[in-house]
């Protein structure tokens, strides 16, 4: 069974802190990664996928991705009060269009 | 660009009824998923459509769950028998046929008394 695993937190950062979320996956084959965003009350929202190992970045938020130790990051740089919310880490296996999701991390920016 | 729509937002009804959700995905946009997500759970894979065909069943979806994608545009969700069980949100979602980013409707609220 395929699993992916995330620290249920919460993480307590201060506003203007780096936030780092981390998420694990036990699938090997797996080639599709996402973090999605999701306020409380709320759906989710997408807000980085990485498909090759390395970094990508996309304004404040910076995606790692390492194949090998099987696991995926989610960087937050000059965290706000407004990011505070759960992420969620989703992970999709070869020769399959559903991601496995996380429980998910809450994060908490305090002012 | 107009997002993926849920209807109803929200749906109160009494064990034993029976329920109907419809999404309606971005245009153009051949993949429709559902999903149902209880609180602290991450969102749990129910079932899949390509166009109007219903190509995936998750395993932990009862004989009272169907759902249909008649035109390869909007799909509708149905729920029998309701159960308390039945509780949470109904989210629904939709890539393009090119990628596997998903994009997510505001879900549907369900609480069966």
């Known amino acids: 069974q395929k699993e992916v695993e995330q620290n249920s937190g919460p993480l307590s950062v201060p506003e203007g802190a780096i936030a780092s979320l981390n998420c694990t996956y036990s699938?090997?084959?797996?080639?599709?990664f996402f973090w999605y965003r999701q306020y409380s009350g709320k759906s989710p929202e997408l807000i980085m996928f990485?498909?090759?190992?390395g970094d990508k970045e996309d304004g404040r938020f910076t995606a790692q991705l390492n194949k090998a130790s099987q696991y995926v990051s989610l960087l937050i740089r000059d965290s706000q009060p407004s990011d505070s919310a759960t992420y969620l880490c989703?992970?999709?296996?070869?020769?399959?269009?559903?991601?496995?999701f996380g429980r998910g991390t809450s994060l908490i920016v305090h002012p | 660009d107009t997002g993926v729509s849920q209807n109803p937002r929200h749906k109160i009804t009494k064990r034993g009824q029976n329920v109907t959700f419809r999404c309606d995905p971005i245009?153009?946009?051949?993949?429709l998923y559902w999903y149902r997500q209880t609180l602290g759970q991450g969102p749990e894979f129910l079932t899949y459509?390509?166009?109007?065909?219903?190509?995936?069943k998750s395993r932990l979806l009862s004989d009272r769950f169907s759902a249909e994608r008649p035109k390869g545009s909007f799909s509708t969700l149905e729920i029998q028998r309701t159960e308390q069980g039945d509780s949470a949100m109904y989210l629904c979602?939709?890539?393009?046929?090119?990628?596997?980013?998903?994009?997510f409707g505001p879900g549907t609220r369900l609480t069966v008394t």
């Open positions: 979602a939709s890539s393009h046929g090119t990628g596997y980013e998903q994009y």
């Open positions: 699938d090997r084959g797996s080639q599709s």
């Open positions: 990485i498909y090759s190992n």
């Open positions: 989703a992970v999709r296996g070869g020769g399959s269009y559903i991601p496995t």
């Open positions: 245009s153009e946009h051949n993949r």
């Open positions: 459509f390509q166009n109007e065909a219903q190509l995936e």
